[in-house]
């Protein structure tokens, strides 16, 4: 068995993540000599060296690697083990981290208020970003959680249908195909657009669409945000399409108006998901059960006229199967 003390396997930990002892030393409040002390005891009770330098940044060797995964276990599982005494005692506590899609914006922090205030003992730190950046987060282990519309096929994930996103087109109020019904959708031909940027779930989803029905507007302007899009509507740069929930709480009393345009709304879901692999902790497991059990009342109170998914709280489908617009194929019950 390798001596080794917890504060030394911490140390190691920062200096490999960050490829230096200068950075390592910062983070954990030490001074850089302490660090490599540490380490060099370390390497010592190993018996093989765990760093190479080059230049000025270290490089892990293999026994180095090896250690780092071994730490990494080490630390999770003590995460894990805290959390759940933590839950023992009845004081749920720790760090949840959600990463939404833009849309959930709209709703997620209602959501975070009443939990945050059951729970006060946890922080939760709230990321909103657009398709293409979540599945990144994803593929880092970022978050705990994500919620999205559209799951990628990778990585596998575990995925919980919960509410509907329907994508609506929207116009200015005197747009010629305001109040008009069933408008067929070779009339948005020509048709001044603003678009999501490259990377959005949203853009990806009309995209299909306007392709299968030969559809061709005229791009105008890409805007990364659908508060800057809806004022782009405003100012008259054209129509786009939105989630819903982009224009509830002014709804269409205000500048902007649905136009009824035939295949619209592009019905989507809010799923909130999970990687495959990992093993929430208990405040996460906390929050998706609160997600699927109780957004449902919550968002009708603030978000009349949106459902829940059928069944969504018992249910994670097969992200894959789920990619279309196919019901899915159940592969886990929550408990
Ligand atoms: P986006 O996602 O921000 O990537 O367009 C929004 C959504 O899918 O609802």
Redesign the pocket.
């Known amino acids: 068995m390798i001596h080794a003390t917890l504060h030394q396997l911490k140390v190691f930990e920062a200096t490999a993540r960050h490829g230096s002892f200068t950075r390592a030393a910062e983070e954990l409040y030490l001074t850089q000599p302490t660090v490599s002390i540490q380490v060099k005891q370390l390497t010592k009770a190993v018996g093989l060296p765990l760093f190479e330098q080059i230049g000025k940044r270290l490089y892990l060797t293999q026994a180095g690697q090896k250690l780092l995964e071994t730490c990494q276990e080490i630390f999770s599982g003590l995460d894990q083990f805290e959390m759940a005494i933590s839950d023992l005692k009845g004081l749920k506590q720790g760090q949840l981290r959600l990463a939404v899609?833009?849309?959930a914006k709209y709703f997620v922090p209602r959501l975070l208020g009443p939990f945050c205030q059951r729970f006060p003992g946890i922080d939760i730190s709230l990321k909103v970003t657009?398709?293409q950046h979540i599945q990144e987060r994803m593929t880092n282990n970022d978050d705990d959680l994500y919620i999205i519309?559209?799951p990628p096929e990778q990585p596998d994930l575990k995925i919980y249908p919960f509410l509907e996103?329907p994508l609506v087109v929207i116009g200015p109020k005197d747009h010629p195909l305001a109040g008009k019904t069933n408008v067929p959708i070779q009339a948005l031909n020509g048709e001044q657009f603003v678009m999501?940027e490259p990377g959005?779930?949203?853009?990806y989803a009309v995209q299909k669409l306007f392709e299968a029905h030969n559809v061709d507007v005229k791009v105008r302007l890409e805007l990364g945000s659908n508060e800057a899009i809806k004022q782009a509507i405003a100012g008259g740069l054209g129509i786009s399409v939105l989630?819903l929930h982009t224009i509830i709480s002014e709804g269409t009393s205000g500048e902007f108006t649905i136009l009824d345009i035939e295949h619209f709304p592009i019905e989507r879901h809010w799923y909130v998901a999970s990687l495959a692999g990992k093993q929430l902790s208990v405040v996460s497991e906390a929050f998706l059960a609160y997600l699927l059990e109780e957004s449902h009342t919550l968002v009708e109170k603030f978000l009349p006229g949106i459902n829940r998914v059928p069944n969504s709280d018992k249910v994670a489908l097969d992200p894959k199967a789920e990619g279309g617009k196919s019901s899915g194929k159940v592969l886990t019950k929550t408990p």
């Not at 959005?200 to 853009?203: D, L, N, P, V």
């Open positions: 899609i833009t849309t657009n398709h519309s559209s996103n999501r959005s779930g949203t853009r989630s």
